[in-house]
């Protein structure tokens, strides 16, 4: 009979740790389903009801290993119930990923791979049915069982050649995966029910009934249980599996590629907080075009990878891209003459102020100042400013197309962080030379807002204090 793969059990246990079924890769084995009496032994039913199970074929699984579900670690007890067999033997579990040979046609290779690293549970020959193990199980191991009649793990390991895996040998290691058994046939079988899992081994290999010692088929040679239900399926078969082992299957999982059996997410997109590169802002697109841990949405310097996202003037903007930017205006010589530009720009500890001529002209003369800043704009008494009086000037050689003025914040009083707004006044005397002779002059000022409404024509403007750090 071809062995079943699709159990579906009806009872549901909410518990600590929950242990799934998955399908045998290879399913050419007989089924065993119990019947009521057991063949005649009453004992499976004596241990089902002593754990308050139900004694019916729905509550009896046909599956041949198992997974540990949840994420890092799950503590998986076994209780050792009952022994009814002629036999004591060694009975425990294996990673069912370390083993690749075929159970069915390279059955010798198979049961030194599972063996090889396989963790004994019980030895019947040396403890008593009452004992319990305990084991720390990674989440998402598939696991299979294994026992080997009249002998411990250690024997075996020790003289694998002694044992007859291959034929129908009494002393041939037995195993939950059918197919790894003589004539494929099962040897195990299991109920699940009442929060419980109640195995039972068949210790004589079921392949020749006419031997000297067939088989009874009453699987009670060595019974243990398992303190939570087994579900016949791997509850992720048909969600996208559970690539992370978290316990979320994939198609749900907000985080499928990382341990995040939580799910939270902090923000509206799909994204959970353990993947999610702004936990906190939504992007569901993830962009991240600097290739730092930092979504585009939430990195402070999205162009420039900075991992530390330092902000040392807390304006927002991380220090690696905290540009400066320039204020250029005209320099206006003889009212309409674009003689130049004057561009002002600070950082985070200085004010710099460049007058650049162009078209031929050049500096002799530059006056500045910051007007109330200081003591205010020095005028006459109708209001037109005495460029003699500005606080800083400077005169310079024939010749000279580019001038600047730096200025130390903190010695104009100027706090970076508060981003104040200042005024500002620049005056130049502008010439054109040629053959070393001035053949042009002109009064010329930073464009800007005029001190008076009619006659002079002199400018001035205001400039904020940027907080920021880097000037390019």
């Known amino acids: 009979m071809i062995r079943k793969t699709t159990t579906i059990l009806s009872t549901i246990f909410m518990a600590t740790i929950l242990l799934t079924f998955s399908t045998a890769q290879f399913a050419n084995a007989d089924t065993v389903l119990h019947i009521p009496g057991h063949a005649g ?11 308050g199970m139900a004694d019916v074929l729905s509550s009896e699984t ?7 579900p949840g994420s890092g670690t799950t503590t998986v007890k076994f209780t050792f119930e009952a022994n009814g067999g002629a036999f004591v033997g060694s009975f425990g579990f294996y990673d069912v990923s370390t083993v690749t040979a075929n159970p069915v046609t390279q059955k010798a290779l198979y049961t030194t791979q599972a063996l090889g690293g396989a963790t004994e549970v019980f030895n019947d020959a040396v403890v008593n049915p009452g004992v319990t193990a305990s084991f720390n199980l990674a989440a998402a191991t598939e696991l299979g069982f294994f026992l080997i009649p009249d002998a411990s793990l250690a024997t075996y390991l020790g003289n694998p050649g002694l044992f007859q895996v291959n034929g129908g040998a009494d002393d041939s290691p037995l195993f939950s995966v059918s197919d790894a058994n003589p004539g494929n046939f099962d040897q195990l079988f299991s109920f699940a029910d009442n929060g419980n899992t109640l195995f039972g081994w068949e210790d004589l290999t079921r392949t020749d009934l006419s031997k000297l010692q067939p088989s009874d088929n009453d699987f009670n040679d060595l019974v243990f249980s398992v303190d939570a239900i087994l579900p016949p399926t791997d509850p992720c078969l048909n969600l996208g599996g559970d690539t992370d082992g978290d316990g979320v299957c994939d198609d749900i999982d907000c985080c499928p590629n990382i341990s995040d059996p939580n799910q939270v997410k902090s923000d ?18 993830q962009a991240n075009n600097d290739n730092d841990s ?11 990878d900075n991992e530390d996202q330092a902000d ?17 205006m005209d320099l206006i ?22 007058i650049e001529t162009q078209d031929g002209w050049s500096l002799t003369e530059s006056h500045l100042d910051f007007g109330d800043l200081i003591d205010g ?12 009086h500005f606080d800083f000037q400077e005169s310079h050689a024939l010749v000279t197309t580019e001038f600047t003025y730096e200025f130390l914040l903190a010695d104009l009083g100027i706090d970076p962080l508060a981003e104040e707004t200042i005024p500002i006044a620049v005056h130049t005397v502008v010439v054109q030379v040629e053959a070393d002779e001035i053949v042009a002059e002109e009064s010329a000022w930073k464009q800007g807002e005029r001190f008076v409404d009619k006659g002079n024509w002199a400018m001035f403007s205001e400039y904020t204090i940027q907080n920021c750090l880097i000037i390019l």
């Open 62 to 68: 046909t599956q041949t290993t198992f997974f540990v």
């Open 41 to 51: 032994d009453p004992s499976i039913s004596t241990e089902l009801s002593g754990l």
């Open 268 to 285: 509206g997109d799909t994204h959970g907080d353990a993947c999610d590169n702004c936990s906190t802002v939504d992007n569901e697109d």
């Open 333 to 354: 010589a003889g009212q309409t003459i674009d003689a130049g530009d004057v561009t002002i720009i600070n950082d985070g500890t200085t004010l710099f102020v460049t």
């Open 294 to 304: 930092l979504g585009d949405a939430c990195d402070n310097c999205p162009d420039h």
């Open 377 to 388: 704009f020095p005028t006459n008494k109708k209001g037109n400013p005495k460029v003699g």
């Open 312 to 328: 040392v003037n807390t304006n927002g903007i991380g220090d690696v891209c905290d540009f400066c930017t320039p204020d250029v």
